[in-house]
T-cell receptor, first 113, second 109 residues
């Protein structure tokens, strides 16, 4: 199964862009990259996902390298409420049509005032 | 649309006691999951149900049983709680991505 590697912690100033990197060098061609975040001990919150193209939604942008071995989550204008643990996850389809989420260790992002 | 709901929110048990954690989703998802999260760690899969009537072991199933009661509900049972099962338990269901419940914080003394 593909594994993900993330830096344990990062910080950025409020109002600036936060760029969170993730390595997934063993990802297979049909496996998606998902990003979730967890604020305090709440349930993980879905942010964005992608296969090979760059994706953008109201929360963030996801840049995936052409070889798909790494990706970057971009929060364009970080706010204090974006302080959380961010998980980069590879989502694997099982034979029974359920999914397996392979959680990495996450990046603890601290947004400074 | 409540999403994924879990009960109870908090529970304290004594070693050897049993309890059932309840989970329900109203998004008509086929797959449901139970995870545990220990302090400072990522989530680990306990059991999952690919569809109504099926259940399978995940990464850390020992000490737990599950029941997929119907498409909406997926319960997790601890038959004889142990201190090592002190954790936060999250239920999730799966559409285009997994949607997680708010968690149950369980302490076993």
């Amino acid at each position: 199964d593909a594994k993900t590697t993330q830096p344990p912690s990062m910080d950025c100033a409020e109002g600036r862009a936060a760029n969170l990197p993730c390595n997934h060098s063993t990802i297979s061609g049909n496996e998606y990259v998902y990003w979730y975040r967890q604020i305090h001990s709440q349930g993980p919150q879905y942010i964005i996902h992608g296969l090979k193209n760059n994706e953008t939604n109201e929360m963030a942008s996801l840049i995936i390298t052409e070889d798909r071995k790494s990706s970057t989550l971009i929060l364009p204008h970080a706010t204090l409420r974006d302080t959380a643990v961010y998980y980069c996850i590879v989502r694997v389809l099982r034979l029974d049509s359920s999914y397996k989420l392979i959680f990495g260790s996450g990046t603890r992002l601290l947004v400074r005032p | 649309n409540a999403g994924v709901t879990q009960t109870p929110k908090f529970q304290v048990l004594k070693t050897g006691q049993s309890m059932t954690l309840q989970c329900a989703q109203d998004m008509n998802h086929n797959s449901m999951y139970w995870y545990r999260q220990d302090p400072g760690m990522g989530l680990r899969l306990i059991y999952y149900s690919a569809s109504e009537g099926t259940t399978d072991k995940g990464e850390v199933p020992n000490g737990y049983n599950v029941s997929r009661l119907n498409k909406r509900e997926f319960s997790l049972r601890l038959e004889s709680a142990a201190p090592s099962q002190t954790s936060v338990y999250f239920c999730a269901s799966d559409g285009t991505g997994e949607f997680f419940g708010p968690g149950t914080r369980l302490t076993v003394l």
